[in-house]
């Protein structure tokens, strides 16, 4: 367990370092809850001095409102609106990608720090998304990986690059490896076993490619937090309701608040132990130090392995994933 106290040192030492100024951070989902968390600490610790933020959202609405809260914390922000819709849709996710990366390229430092995502949606009932993927599947996993993937040429540029997925990192599952859309074998847990092992063996699989040496990815699970707004399509309004002020309530007390929760999210994004740094890096999730791939618990501490995935790679499971994802993507890519 990382005590709050502990999270918010690493994070203020970290921000501290000259190494540290003119970050440039991209937010995935940081219109509510974590990601909003994250955002809001992010600009926190960047007061005062330049740091370039984007922040992908759905309406202008939205964007506009953060960005007024966000560069009144840091008025020595960049922050640049990026809208995308439905990220639930690949093509979406892909035009929000390449929005950030032409604006990115076009700076005369072109590179990308921190890349944290945690856009959420999820949906009792299988529904395609147009791509051949399930909506839920698509926004918790495929339009990740597009923002990954499209991005990753600018990460490469950074001397301290790190991904964070919020998601469900060490719940890993059951993988359908001959069902990998899910067309057969789909329901809620089934979904949520399956994307979390997607997640945890793609990253490895990036990592491990000799160009990605300079990037280090996290998959981390952020335990229950209240306040995220989270609403569950297929779900009966009484049923919605009662999550939305019963559950949520419970979450509040039992769980972390959206800005420990955000802090969180951030430490995952800067301590050292989820870098390549040999000498400060923990094991990362093959059980190998400093391999650039993390799983993170709830309370923030990594977890080398697990019987889940030790069992997956051992049916080429990674390699399966990379090749599966890789030609979902192709779709989008050459769209």
Known sequence: MVKYAEILSSNKAFFSEKSSQNLTAVFVGATNGIGLGALRAFARHTSGTPATIYVVGRTEKQLSSLKETITSINTSATFIPVLATDLTTLEDAKLAADEIARHVSRQQDAKVDLLIMSPGY???????????????????????????????PYLR????????????????????????????????????????????L??????????????????????????????????????????????????????????????RALYAATTPKFSRDLEQAEKGSDGVVGSGAYI??????????????????????GQKVWEWTSQVLSKVNSS
């Open 122 to 152: 999820v949906g009792l009932n299988r529904e395609d998304n147009g791509s051949g993927v399930d909506r839920v599947q698509s926004i918790r996993f495929y339009s990740r990986m597009v923002f990954l993937n499209t991005l990753a």
């Open 157 to 200: 540029k950074s001397s301290h690059a790190r991904v964070v997925s919020v998601l469900a990192g060490g719940l890993e599952g059951n993988l359908f490896l001959d069902d990998m859309a899910l067309e057969k074998n789909f329901s809620l847990p089934k979904a949520a076993d399956h994307g979390a092992s997607e997640v945890s």
């Open 202 to 263: 793609y990253l490895e699989e990036f990592a491990k490619r000799p160009e990605n040496q300079s990037i280090s990815l996290v998959h981390e699970f952020p335990g229950l937090t209240g306040g995220t707004g989270l609403s569950i399509k297929g779900l009966p309004g009484w049923a919605q309701f009662l999550f939305d002020h019963v559950a949520t309530f419970i979450f509040k007390i039992i769980g972390y608040s959206v800005d420990e929760a955000g802090e």
């Open 296 to 317: 993170v618990h709830s309370d923030s501490s990594a977890i080398p392995s697990n019987k889940v995935l030790d069992s997956l790679r051992g049916e080429g499971a």
